[in-house]
């Protein structure tokens, strides 16, 4: 049971232009999410993340909105950069016995033309 | 500042071989995990470790073992490859919850 989920595989946008990459989660008692980029040969780094207690996030380019009513939280990028392309992942933590442990979901991989 | 080193980077394995896999961090976390990586499955977590001398099951445990008898390190062993267990392994560490550092991987082909 995939319990964090991003359902689009691939997102490609034009340079300048605003990257919208969305993740769903079903269980109720995450409190904690987070996204990661990855470049290829590279681990995964920290970008940004948000509170169940909050809405929104937003750090330079970078926007994170939560809707806990729709488990549904979307990463926002404008303006969109070549640099950006990457592999992004949607993580979340919480909830009893999940100490520490980050659930993921599938990826998605963005693609920024010039 | 090295943060999280994994050794080796790239490594092919004949199957019902074994091998072991090291992640060592030097920056005094307490919590280290092992992930694999694979095609339309994301990031799943093979075992982890809240501290040394501890270990758990994550979501993928089978095939695996694992130990962490360094509070710097964290190792996860394969007695017997399978070609299932062709992936891309990430070790990654954080304090307490979130803020994972994660190494650079290690590509393992089971043939």
């Known amino acids: 049971d995939q319990q964090v989920k991003q359902n689009s595989p691939s997102l490609s946008v034009q340079e300048g232009r605003i990257s919208i990459l969305n993740c769903d989660y079903t269980n109720s008692m995450f409190d904690y999410f987070l996204w990661y980029k990855k470049y290829p040969a590279e681990g995964p780094t920290f970008l940004i993340s948000?509170?169940?207690?909050?809405d929104k996030n937003e750090d330079g380019r970078f926007t994170v909105f939560l809707n806990k009513s729709a488990k549904h939280l979307s990463l926002h990028i404008v303006p969109s950069q070549p640099g950006d392309s990457a592999v992004y992942f949607c993580a979340a933590s919480g909830g009893s016995g999940n100490t520490g442990k980050l659930i993921f979901g599938q990826g998605t991989t963005l693609q920024v033309k010039p | 500042n090295a943060g999280v080193t994994q050794t080796p980077k790239f490594r092919v394995l004949k199957t019902g071989q074994s091998m072991t896999l090291l992640c060592a961090q030097d920056m005094n976390h307490e919590y280290m995990y092992w992930y694999r990586q694979d095609p339309g499955m994301g990031l799943r977590l093979i075992h982890y470790s809240v501290g040394e001398g501890t270990t758990a099951k994550g979501e993928v445990p089978d095939g695996y073992n694992v130990s962490r008898l360094k509070k710097q390190n964290f190792l996860l062993g394969l007695e017997s490859a399978a070609p299932s267990q062709t992936s891309v392994y990430f070790c990654a560490s954080s304090w307490t919850d979130y803020g994972y550092t994660f190494g650079s991987g290690t590509r393992l082909t089971v043939v």
């Open positions: 948000i509170s169940s207690i909050k």
